[in-house]
Structure formats: structure tokens, C-alpha cells
């Protein structure tokens, strides 16, 4: 069974604190995807990694930044979190194979606030 | 320009009805792939069908179908025999050859009523 897990559901952090957001995959998937989901807009693409330590800045990447050290692993990191980053964060990751249409899996998702 | 368009933002059904929920794309590629996602209140997103653009049939998967009308551009799910479970948020999603990137609507929350 396909797993995406993030590492947290929840998290209440203070402006300012540097934050990660972890998420990890089983599948061997080469791509892994960073998004943010806010009431009315849909899912914003942040970041997005198609090998490890390769990243490609997605629509909204100001004030995110990102790591890939192990091909199973995706990292969001806020350098400063600020209140307009409350929102919901989803993970999500795909083949990079030709051969189907490369559908994304996704993590449960993490709540962030920003107090 | 939006690539992905869901003018339903919200829809009411009746159980057991079937329901379609409307998607319409914009893309220049000859070559690209379309999707289907629900996201229950839970906040998961669960893959639910997938149409590529050369496919001559048009995807089912269960009670999920996706009426495929290449010229006019169109994508949208129908969803034979709803149930109180399918209550939920369905977005389409559009994949171009050129791209890993998977790009979504805003979205159709669906409400089944009992």
C-alpha cells in the first residue's frame, strides 16, 4: 500500500520561529511536492523536487525554502514564520515514468498556525 | 489565464443520484494527462481516476466515470449512485507532457443529503 507520512497534523509555532515541515515516502518515488491549501484558493504549489538535492521553485516559494538529501525524504522549512503562513501544508509525491500519468500521492497533511 | 476551471463551487445531492461535476482545462500541449482528486473533511487527498489525452475510451474506476470531451475541452467526474460518503471536496487536475507539475482547480464541495 502506497504511504506518504508528514510529521506532524497539527503545529501551533510563534512568529518568527524556524519551522520544518518533514514528509516521507515509500514508494520510491523520484518526485516529491510541497503545497499549501487555503479556503477559496485551492492547492498552491510551493516547491517541488524531481531527484535528490534537485528543487524547482513552484508558485507562491517566497518565504519557504526546501531540502532533499534522501530520495524518500522532503523537507519545507519557514526560515521565519509569519502569520500569513497559516495554512494547511500537503506533501505529496509521484513516478517520474512516462508510462501512466504520473497521478500524486498524498500525506495526511499538516495544520500549521502561526500565532 | 486559469488552466483548470470548476464553476461549481458548491453542489447539493440527493442520495443514491448520480452527480457530475464540471471541469474544463486550457492547454496548447497535444499531450497531457487529467485527474481527479477527493479530499474528505479528514484533509487527506485521495486519488480517484485518471485520463490521458490520447486515451481513445473514456477512464472508469467503480462508480467514478470522467466524460472525456476532447474538443470542448472537458473533464468532468460523474459519480454513479452517490453515497453519504462522497461528501466531500473533488478537485480536477491537469498534467502537461512538458511538466512533473500537476496543476488544480479551486475545487467542487459536494454535500450527498440523506
Known amino acids: 500500500d502506497v504511504k506518504v507520512t508528514q510529521s506532524s497534523r497539527y503545529l501551533v509555532k510563534r512568529t518568527g520561529e524556524k519551522v520544518f515541515l518533514e514528509c516521507v515516502q515509500d514508494m520510491d518515488h523520484e518526485n516529491m511536492f510541497w503545497y499549501r491549501q487555503d479556503p477559496g484558493l485551492g492547492l498552491r504549489l510551493i516547491y517541488f523536487s524531481y531527484d535528490v538535492k534537485m528543487k524547482e521553485k513552484g508558485d507562491i516559494p517566497e518565504g519557504y525554502s526546501v531540502s532533499r538529501e534522501k530520495k524518500e525524504r522532503f523537507s519545507l522549512i519557514l526560515e521565519s514564520a509569519s502569520t500569513n503562513q497559516t495554512s494547511m501544508y500537503l506533501c505529496?509525491?509521484?513516478?517520474?515514468?512516462?508510462?501512466?500519468?504520473?497521478?500524486?500521492?498524498f500525506g495526511p497533511g499538516t495544520r500549521l498556525t502561526v500565532t | 489565464a486559469q488552466k483548470i476551471t470548476q464553476t461549481q463551487p458548491g453542489m447539493f445531492v440527493q442520495e443514491k443520484e448520480a452527480v457530475t461535476l464540471d471541469c474544463t482545462y486550457d492547454t496548447s500541449d497535444p499531450s497531457y494527462g487529467l485527474f481527479w482528486y477527493k479530499q474528505p473533511s479528514s484533509g487527506e487527498m485521495i486519488f480517484l481516476i485518471y485520463?490521458?489525452?490520447?486515451?481513445?475510451q473514456n477512464a472508469t474506476e467503480g462508480r467514478y466515470s470522467l466524460n472525456f470531451q476532447k474538443a470542448r475541452k472537458s473533464a468532468n467526474l460523474v459519480i454513479s449512485a452517490s453515497q453519504l460518503g462522497d461528501s466531500a471536496m473533488y478537485f480536477c487536475a491537469m498534467r502537461e507532457a512538458k511538466d512533473d507539475k500537476i496543476i488544480f482547480g479551486k475545487g467542487t464541495r459536494l454535500h450527498i443529503l440523506p
Open positions: 505529496a509525491s509521484s513516478t517520474a515514468s512516462r508510462d501512466r500519468g504520473q497521478e500524486q500521492y
Open positions: 485520463q490521458g489525452s490520447y486515451d481513445q
